[in-house]
Structures are given as C-alpha cells and as structure tokens.
C-alpha cells in the first residue's frame, strides 16, 4: 500500500524561474475578484453568435403589401419606401421579394370610394382586386405563401371591419359576409385566411365554412389579441379607409391597459380553429407576445405596424436613428418575445441585410 503521507509534491524548484506564475493577488478596488464574468461572452463576434438565444432569419418574415386598381406603383406618403403596387407590376414586385428569400406575402387592397357600400359587397366579390391579385401571383410563384386579409374596412362606406347599422357595429351579420370573403379568397387561391375584424365567434364559423367547401387545407391566421391602437394610422391611409371611418373601433378591437384580456381572447380563437395567432400592434405589446408564447406554446406572429415603421423611418431621416441597425434591433426585440412570424413593412431590407451579414 502507498504510503500517502510520503507521497513527494511537486517542486518550484523544477520549473524554469520565467515560467512561474506570480502569486495571485485580488484588486485593492474590487476586494474579491469576481469569478464570473458574464463579458468573457461577449468579447468576439463569434462567440455573441454562439451564445446567442434568438435568431432573427428571413424564414420569419411575412411582407404585407398593397395593391391597387390602377398601373404602376403609387407612394404611401406617410410610409416611406412603401408604393401601392398595381396588377401590372405585382408579379415583378413579387419576384424581387422571393430573388431576396421572403417566402410569404400578405396582400391588403386600396379600394376606389365608388366601391364602397354599407353592405360591403365588394369584399365578396370573386372577381375582386384581392382576388385577382392572389390569383396572379399563385400562377407565377406556387411556392410563395399568400396570406388574405379578412376584414371589412376596406370595403365599407363607414370604415369599419363589420356591418354597421345605426351607429352599431353587427357581430353576427358582419361574421356573415366573412365567411363569404374568407371563401372566395380561398377559391382563389390563398393559402392563409386572416381574421382581423375582431368579431365574436368568427373564427370557428370561417373554419366550418372552409371546411364545408372542401378547403380544409386552408390555415388561418387568426388577429386574437389586435388592439384599438393609434399606431394604425399610416395603414389606414395606405388602404383608404382612414377618410371613412366613423368614430373609433373600441368597441371591438381591445382596450390597450388589458393583457389579461389577451389571453382570454387567445383561448378562443384557439378553441375555434385558429392555426396561428396575431398580437398587434407590434412592439408596444411585446409583453403580450411573451405572455401568449408562454401560456399557449403555439404558433404566434406579430405584426410591426404602419406607424411603428414610419416612426423608424421618420426618426431615420432625421438623422436621429441608424435605420439599418433601428429595423434589425426591432425585429430581433420580436423574436425574443417569442414572436415565430413577424409582419413587417420592412421585410425587403431586412432580407437584404441578412444576405449581406
């Protein structure tokens, strides 16, 4: 047996007098030395990507884009960057989207005022501009995802996503003629119905309609938590139907102080048929995305709306914000949240920023 006691040490007598290392001592000014170092992690650019929780690609970007009746592109002036894209042009705009590695759009329509009617009977019109534009680009990209707005704003003389009858907004007349519009989109082609209304019980009787049809295969995106936010601005103008509006959208859309709400609103849909949720606005509701992704672990997309983007890009050419480093940063801040699809005005350049990274 090995005497342990007479084991020998080794010598510092044996190691060159430059190899020795000198004794350890602890900072006079931070008394003991601080063993974890959270910075270690971060001192190269391939170790913060090593380490990185989140992951922003171009897979989680949906491009929303507006189409209009006429030829050729027209600016958003309250959106810089952003154009009304026409049906002469779609298929080429389109292309440029898919060259850059966005695989979904989500298409949202400019309707003329002469369209507009109390009844909304363009919004279930098979031959209508959404439907010509999904019917299009599906024959030119099968592969792109098409995503169809489902709501009746842009339709209506009043404004507003439902029927409205003597100051009222209709919940089950208005679920009505949105079963019709989410049925003709689906006969066109689309591959997503998404419910932005904010109706009561629209979810389940668009997903029985559907699945009556024979269009099972259609999924749908279902605006669960969309707030009657001021950040819609911009959106409005994009589409026409700021001018029409009547009054404000309280009385369907949620009131921005509840969060519980959200959840309860959420259930639902998901109760109802919903294959993925939205939380909108974007970013002033990034507490609303983590509290979804963490009590439902579904699918969930978030929405960086008109007025987030236009704040970015106004700040941007006020020289007060970098806007390249301001985009990236808001959409990393989505996926961090738990956000799995983002809709973004500024998917393009993101697309581009992450091919050049």
């Known amino acids: 047996m090995t005497d342990l ?4 040490t080794p010598s510092l007598r044996a190691v060159p007098e430059q190899e020795q290392a000198a004794p350890a001592r602890a900072p006079e000014s931070l008394g003991a030395y601080p063993q974890i170092r959270l910075r270690r992690n971060r001192r190269a650019g391939w170790i913060r990507r090593m380490v990185a929780e989140n992951r922003l690609t171009v897979d989680d970007l949906i491009w929303p884009v507006f189409v209009h009746d006429e030829n050729g592109r027209k600016p958003v002036a309250s959106m810089p960057g952003v154009d009304r894209v026409g049906l002469d042009c779609l298929v080429d705009t389109i292309g440029k989207g898919s060259d850059l ?3 979904a ?3 949202f329509p400019y309707t003329e005022q002469a369209l507009k009617t109390s009844d909304c009977e363009e919004a279930v019109n098979p031959n209508n501009l959404i439907c010509r534009a999904v019917r299009q680009i599906k024959q030119a990209f099968p592969e792109v995802g098409v995503i169809c707005d489902v ?3 842009p339709y209506n003389a009043d404004g507003h996503d439902g029927l409205v009858r003597g100051g009222e907004v209709l919940n089950d007349q208005s679920i009505e003629v949105l079963c019709q519009q989410a049925l003709i989109q689906a006969q066109a082609g689309c591959d ?4 932005s209304d904010m109706m009561d019980g629209r979810i389940g009787a668009v997903r029985t309609a ?3 049809a024979g269009l099972n295969h259609v999924a749908i995106i279902a605006y669960a938590a969309k707030y009657a936010s001021c950040f819609y601005g911009p959106f409005r103008d994009a589409v026409g139907s700021g001018t029409n509006l009547a ?3 309280k009385t369907y859309q949620m009131d921005p102080a509840n969060s519980d709400e959200a959840l309860r609103e959420v259930a639902l849909d998901l109760q109802e048929g919903a294959d993925m949720i939205m939380v909108k606005p974007g970013m002033p509701y990034l507490d609303i995305i983590r509290r979804v992704k963490d009590r439902f672990a579904v699918p969930t997309s978030a929405y960086q709306v008109s007025g987030e983007y236009a704040m970015i890009k106004a700040a941007a050419a006020n020289g007060w914000l970098d806007n390249d480093k301001a985009v990236m940063e808001s959409l990393l801040a989505f996926k961090r949240a738990g ?3 983002i809709l973004t005005y500024a998917a393009p350049e993101a697309a581009r920023l992450l091919q050049a990274d």
């Open 5 to 8: 006691s007479k084991k020998e």
């Open 101 to 103: 590695g966005l695989g």
């Open 339 to 341: 956000a799995d699809a």
């Open 192 to 195: 997503v119905v998404a419910p």
């Open 247 to 249: 009054g404000d959208k």
């Open 151 to 153: 709501a009746l704003d």
């Open 210 to 212: 559907l699945d009556e």
């Open 105 to 107: 759009v989500a298409l």
